[in-house]
Every structure is written in structure tokens, then in C-alpha cells.
């Protein structure tokens, strides 16, 4: 017997394909030169579509940008799930899944951070109109982090939110500086992260 998709499984999936499109096409092109006909074209839906899952291009910009934060800690909470405590085994897991989550893609996600920001520092209607979505990913990732955390019996040293905007504020700074001048400078941010988790 063939499923059927509900609507909401419908919308959940024309969502994911344009996020899709949009971190291909921003990759390419950056934020400022891709236009949402690109992405429309590239998912293969007219730009009406994403007028249905997104009121601008920026809010699907922070789209992409949150997936990829969601990528990085599955990727944290797989390796930390079966510890005891952050060894350097559990570190190298982590910098190893970090590093390849920056050649796969992550240098691109982490220019197209900065050319965001600048884009927002350099338009402050834009700025104003995705304070509150800007807000609500850095809150979803703070949650994100406390479950976490949490799943390890652990403890953050310091607010979840704070946590997470110290982390959306350093690591597309320590991608591109550990690409553009070909130094390792994830192990030591790692190690700075999780200093702020006590396990027990």
C-alpha cells in the first residue's frame, strides 16, 4: 500500500528542498548575489513557494545557518553520548567531525556567515526586520545545547544562551582562519568549549 503524505509532511518537504537549494546556491553565489529565483530554480518550485515557507531571504539564509549549527552538534552530542567524561579521545572525535564538517562545505558556510553579518551591519532595516528570528535560532541552539548536555548528565558553566552566542559568534572565525592559514585551531577551540560543561 502507497503512503500518503499529509499536508504537513507535503510543506515539511518543499521546506527542506528549498533549505536545500539555498545552501547550494548561497554557497555558489554568497548571500548578496543569489536572488530567491536561483534557489526557486534550483529546487525545481516557483518563488511563490518560498514566499509560503518564508517571509525574506534572509529568513531562509538563517534557515540554512540553523540546519548547519544542528549538523555540528548531532555530530557533538553523537561523540559525546557513550562518554564519561572529555578526554582527549572524545576531543579528537570532535575535532575530526568538526574539521570534516568544514571541508564539507563549512569554509563556504562560515565567508557566507561573515558576508551576512556585514550585510546586516550595513542595513539596519534588514538587521531589524530578523532581530527576532536572529534570536529565536540562537535560542532554538541554546535549547538544542542544554538537551544535550543534559543527555550527558552534565552541567553548562554558563547560560545556554550565552553558550550558543559564543559559539555562533567564534566558530565561522575559527573555520576560516584554520583554512586560510593552515593551522589547526579547532582542537584548542574545542577544548575552550567544553571547559564549560562539568560532567559529573
Known amino acids: 500500500m502507497v503512503e500518503r503524505w499529509t ?3 507535503r510543506l515539511e518537504h518543499t ?3 528549498l533549505v536545500d537549494a539555498a545552501e547550494e546556491v548561497f554557497g555558489e553565489k554568497g548571500f548578496l548575489a543569489a536572488t530567491l529565483d536561483d534557489i526557486a530554480h534550483t529546487a525545481g518550485y516557483t518563488k511563490g513557494a518560498i514566499y509560503k515557507h518564508f517571509s525574506t531571504k534572509e529568513d531562509l539564509f538563517l534557515a540554512v545557518s540553523d540546519r548547519y549549527w544542528r549538523r555540528y552538534f548531532d555530530n557533538f552530542t553523537e561523540v559525546m553520548s557513550a562518554a564519561t567524561e572529555v578526554g582527549a579521545h572524545e576531543l579528537d572525535e570532535i575535532v575530526e567531525r568538526w574539521s570534516q564538517l568544514s571541508r ?13 553579518t556585514l550585510y546586516l551591519l550595513r542595513n539596519p532595516d534588514a538587521r531589524e526586520r530578523v532581530a527576532a528570528k536572529r534570536l529565536e535560532a540562537v535560542g ?11 543527555q550527558l548528565g552534565g552541567t ?5 544562551l550565552t553558550f550558543a552566542q559564543v559559539l ?33
Do not use: C, N, W
Open 168 to 200: 555562533v559568534a567564534t566558530s565561522d572565525s575559527i573555520v576560516l582562519g584554520s583554512q586560510l592559514d593552515d593551522v589547526d585551531l579547532y582542537r584548542p577551540i574545542v577544548e575552550m568549549y567544553t571547559s564549560m560543561i562539568k560532567l559529573p
Open 156 to 160: 553548562l558553566l554558563m547560560p545556554a
Open 140 to 150: 532554538a541552539l541554546a535549547k538544542f545545547i542544554s538537551k544535550g548536555v543534559d
Open 104 to 116: 564539507d562545505r563549512g569554509a563556504e558556510h562560515a565567508a557566507l556567515g561573515h558576508e551576512f
Open 15 to 17: 521546506r527542506s528542498l
Open 7 to 9: 499536508r504537513e509532511r
